[in-house]
């Protein structure tokens, strides 16, 4: 008896005798109903395309079959012919939504009809994750009758590597295709030039690859200063028939990939191949440390040549609709100083800087235009104002995905605080070196794309959303799928699913199935956190009851000391009732894998609280708060405190949120107010921040979530009586991306904005 392991092509898995449990599916579809009979997949089984003159219908069919196929020994065969019993029907309806599809398991045959090609791939993908991933011979497959209804959500379903800072071989790229197809995601945001690396062979110019592709050493960690290497040349790049093999197999598996060559800015590697395209004279070296440098493109009319030269090149590989140039993160100070960049400002009237590179982007993106394609880039290409029709990736925060939607450019939401994967998933002294934050696989499923400040009309320039793997501190293989995976099967069902059908626990209880097919498949996946201890708890109980999932197949072994848990600890079987009367209880729990891997340690500890008393107000109160701003360069909030320095301005506002009004790049913010209360409970607090902020109830910081440090959360709680709780919340900016937002929630609610309609402020 052999044991086969089904290759990735399509995931088209062979099974052990029985199906899944259904249903398992995930993305989640729009609707599954059962279906009376059941269909078994045996050697007499084939299949069947409806129409003979389509060759994609066709060889969509066939490369579900094959792996099947091999796996087993059985026949197979897919000919053109009607749907007749025993068969595995495709079809192309020409009904219904875009990519949609519908999927009938019966008695007699099994039908897959989409909407259009991609609508039957992807129904196909439905109907392999019907099978597990593992053979056991070649005994026959009995499917559960089903009759599955699904479409998309959104039309960008997306995921992004970056290969300039480590460089991943096209083996590797393939297989991370493979998982993104499956998963219905159909974007591949294919991250290909940058200051550590020029990874894409352009003809015209081949020191880009000569000499860009290359760095000295490689920083080791993040010794910055002083600068510690490690001495050994690194780099690597694609040739042009390798990428057009890449692109044609994604497009075989429906994935769109999505070119980005970096503009003005993170050019280092192309101005040490050619150093004339730089407004110093050099001589530049390929980094060989993270981060952002001053040197950047010279807006000179050389410099378009080679820049047009370069996407021509670039559109003749890809063939999709968007050309992604990349425009965050470009320093100024370059232009502020040269000649060249100072006569194009006078020439063309522009302002500042600000508009240079507005300037800059509109003159690449009309080049874009004119040869039927569409510039996409990060959100700071909004500043100095919008090319005409431009669709922005918004990065730093929702705001400028919302201040882009209602200009009425196209938006793909890929924020730091919810879609950043080269973030930490835990504790960091038990995760390997990430740049920094803290992503856990439920603020990933928690992201709502479409952002609630949007009218309907401004919504629908939501494309979808992306999740953004960027590999400074992801040096292998191995590291780049432990820091994709899960989360992005958690990102597939947020761009995939309504948002009212989303369920995290239900996500958890679905995931051991798929993370048997990543194991089948070799995919090295994080094994995610025990769920049931998000963070610690306070209670208005003697004891608490305490449930756990195991979002992985495996055992959950806990401790009640706070010690990490072994294989010898208990195995967790039902709700532990905790005890905290006399003081508090700290659960640390993990998920032991049957082959015996043991997860991250996750604890949280649960106390008894003493309600907050209500405050007497003295005066006369309206809906709102009031936000200070300060002036200065603050690194901690106790900076802004430190100080004893006046507001230079007062203003009403109606949420914690950044105002409008606050646009530098350095200030510091303070909101007062109090928080009308409805009822004596525990209540819950999630901060959002980038840089440092911090909430305090009469005094007392109940969130500290200070320092410098890119969008993320802190959550917290605290136990308050009815009525009124004055509070405040500080916040610094110290440059780069900026965001603030508070959220409560109620005692068993759902978080939801702090805003006018909870919140009051002295009249």
Sequence with gaps: ??????????????????????????????????????????????????????????????????????ATGWALPVEPGPCAKNAICARVSGTGDAEGYRLGIGGD????????????????????????????????????GLDVTDAPRFPYRGMHLDVGRHFFGPDFVKRYID??????????????????????????????????????????????????????????FYTQDEIRDIVAYARERYVTIVPEIE?????????????ELACTPGPFEVGTQWGVFEDIYCPREETFEFLENVLTEVM??????????????????????????????????????????????????????????????????????????????????????????????????????????????????HEPLAIGGYLPLERVYSFEPVPSQLTTDEARHILGAQGNLWTEYIPSEEHAEYMAFPRALALSEVTWSSAASRDFLDFARRLPWHLQRLDAQGVRYRIPDVVG??????????????????????????TLDGTEPTPASPAYQRPLEVDVEREPVTVAARIVLRDGRAGPVRRATFSRATVRPAA?????????????????????????????????RTEPTEAVVLPEWATDEEFGLRFRGYLDVPGDGVYSFRLTSDDGAVLRFAGTTILDHDGLHGASSKEGQVALARGLHPFEVLYFQAGGGKTLHLEWAAPEGAFTAVDAATVLRIR
């Design 533 to 558: 201890l998000a963070g610690d708890r306070l209670t208005l109980d003697k004891k608490v009851d305490v449930s756990l999932e195991a979002p992985a197949d495996g055992t959950i072994r806990y």
């Design 616 to 648: 007497l107000v003295d005066a006369v109160l309206e809906a709102g708060l009031r936000v200070d701003l300060f002036r200065g360069a603050f690194r901690r909030v106790a900076d802004l405190e430190r100080r004893g320095q006046s507001p230079v």
């Design 316 to 429: 003749e590989l890809f063939p999709g609709q968007y050309i992604h140039i990349g425009g965050d993160e470009a320093p100024k100070a370059r232009w502020d100083a040269s000649d060249v960049a100072q006569e194009v400002m006078r020439r063309e009237g522009l302002a500042d800087a600000h508009e240079l590179q507005s300037w800059f982007v509109q003159r690449i993106e009309r080049f874009l235009n004119e040869h039927g394609r569409r510039l996409i880039g990060w959100d700071e290409i909004l500043e100095g104002g919008l090319a005409p029709n431009a669709t922005v990736m918004s990065w730093r925060g929702t705001e400028g995905g919302i201040e882009a939607a209602r200009q009425g450019h196209d938006v793909v939401m890929t924020p730091t605080s919810h879609l950043y994967f080269d973030f930490y998933q835990g504790d960091a002294e």
């Design 263 to 275: 503009m003005p800015g993170h050019s280092l590697a192309a101005l040490a191949s050619y150093p």
């Design 1 to 70: 008896m052999h044991r086969f392991v089904i290759a990735c092509l399509t995931l088209a898995a062979a099974a052990c005798a029985g199906a899944a449990p259904a249903p398992v599916f995930l993305p989640r579809p729009v609707q599954v109903t059962p279906a009376k009979g059941s269909f078994e997949v045996g050697p007499a089984t084939r299949g069947a395309v409806d129409d003979a003159q389509d060759p994609e219908l066709r060889r969509i069919a066939e490369a579900w079959a094959a792996p099947l196929r091999n």
């Design 109 to 144: 045959s099994v039908v897959v009809a989409g909407a259009d090609h991609a609508g039957v791939f992807y129904g196909f993908q439905t109907l392999s994750q019907t099978f597990p991933p593992l053979l056991h011979g070649d005994a026959p497959i009995r499917l559960a």
């Design 179 to 236: 998982q993104l197809a499956h998963y219905k995601i159909n974007r591949f945001h294919w991250h290909l030039t940058e200051d550590q690396g020029w990874r894409i062979e352009i003809k015209r110019y081949p020191r880009l690859t000569e000499v860009g592709a290359w760095r000295a050493e490689t920083m080791v960690e993040k010794n910055f200063d002083p600068f510690v290497g490690d001495g050994t040349r690194y780099g690597g």
